[in-house]
């Protein structure tokens, strides 16, 4: 399967994106599908991930309440809402696709190109 993130930009603290990844291939819906971002100097870390049908997402703590993850299965997509955004979380978003939650780089079989986010004070 074949991923392309978009989305990103340059926003201020508070503001809110929505960051969009379109899939092309089959079985698109019968990925697990995550995001992981990548901050300058940093390693590339979980986001979050949504299964199949939609249901029982999962986020890394420091997003919760402020991100939601969603998929649209007919569409191919899988989306990143994101609210009250922080400096911290500049970062190049990939989306990632696989067979099971990985919450790891090391556990993701598909990648897409990053989109970068930017988030001044």
């Known amino acids: 399967v074949q991923l392309q993130a978009s989305g990103g930009g340059l926003v201020q603290s508070g503001d809110s994106l929505r960051l969009s990844c379109a899939a092309s291939?089959?079985?698109?819906?019968?990925?697990?599908l995550e995001w992981f971002r990548q901050a300058p100097g940093k390693e590339r870390e979980f986001v979050a991930g949504?299964?199949?049908?939609?249901?029982?997402?999962q986020y890394e703590d420091s997003v919760k309440g402020r991100f939601t993850i969603s998929r649209d299965n007919a569409e191919n997509s899988v989306y990143l809402h994101m609210y009250s955004l922080k400096p911290e979380d500049t970062a190049v978003y990939y989306c990632?696709?696989?067979?099971?939650?990985?919450?790891?780089?090391?556990?993701?079989?598909?990648w897409g190109k990053g989109t970068q986010v930017t988030v001044s004070s």
């Open positions: 291939g089959r079985s698109f819906s019968s990925y697990v």
């Open positions: 990632a696709a696989g067979f099971i939650f990985s919450r790891r780089p090391e556990g993701v079989t598909y």
């Open positions: 949504i299964n199949w049908s939609g249901s029982a997402p």
